[in-house]
Antibody
Framework: QITLKESGPTLVKPTQTLTLTCTFSGFSLSADGVAVGWIRQPPGKALDWLAL???????FYNSFLKSRLTITKDTSKNQVVLTMTNMDPLDTGTYYC???????????WGQGTMVTVSS | DVQMTQSPSTLSASVGDRVTITCRASQSVDYWLAWYQQKPGIAPKLLIY???SLESGVPSRFSGSGSGTEFTLTINSLQPDDFATYYCQHYSGYSRTFGQGTKVEV
């Protein structure tokens, strides 16, 4: 059974850097074709894809946010870390990590973690 | 990046109705298109992948069709549990863009 869980701060100040960790079980991020992605959702708004990291360490980023995002993996710890710099109140929302099978869709999601950006 | 546009943004329906949601891509994504269902406060759930393949455990009243730039999600005989927001998402190339969502309400 695949599970993922997001962790990190619930409150960050504007201009600070956000670091979120996705801890997963039930799959290996060393397996061919597997990936883990990050998606966010501002309150009452649509899903917004942020980044994706593959088993071979290939990385894709949302082109509008690419300069602010870094995604890394620690295969031995079964973790994926997302950092987002220069946080703004508009970045407030729920942040999800999700498993991507070799087929490519996000088939299993974490429960999400709410992040508020406020001074 | 490929842009995804869903229509309508909101859809009013009743139990038993047949509901259709459309998703258009700004350029061809072949059949690399997924549909998700989301209820308030809960993570999205995968319904359809590769445009028309039903995810395991998803009721057969859900179906997807299309390829290239135009896709459709159909719900046959809408059930009370189906009132939710639906998102399309492409996963071709270097991006994974979502549509803006369609809320199916009573």
């Amino acid at each position: 059974q695949i599970t993922l869980k997001e962790s990190g701060p619930t409150l960050v100040k504007p201009t600070q850097t956000l670091t979120l960790t996705c801890t997963f079980s039930g799959f290996s991020l060393s397996a061919d074709g597997v990936a883990v992605g990050w998606i966010r959702q501002p309150p009452g708004k649509a899903l917004d894809w942020l980044a994706l990291i593959f088993w071979d360490d290939d990385k894709f980023y949302n082109s509008f946010l690419k300069s602010r995002l870094t995604i890394t993996k620690d295969t031995s710890k079964n973790q994926v870390v997302l950092t987002m710099t220069n946080m703004d109140p508009l970045d407030t929302g729920t942040y999800y990590c999700a498993h991507s099978s070799p087929e490519g869709s996000f088939d299993v999601w974490g429960q999400g973690t709410m992040v508020t950006v406020s001074s | 990046d490929v842009q995804m546009t869903q229509s309508p943004s909101t859809l009013s329906a009743s139990v038993g109705d047949r509901v259709t949601i459309t998703c258009r891509a700004s350029q061809s994504v072949d059949y690399w298109l997924a549909w998700y269902q989301q209820k308030p406060g809960i993570a999205p759930k995968l319904l359809i992948y590769k445009a028309s393949s039903l995810e395991s455990g998803v009721p057969s009243r859900f179906s997807g069709s299309g390829s290239g730039t135009e896709f459709t999600l159909t719900i046959n005989s809408l059930q009370p549990d189906d009132f939710a927001t639906y998102y399309c998402q492409h996963y071709s190339g270097y991006s994974r863009t979502f549509g803006q969502g369609t809320k199916v309400e009573v």
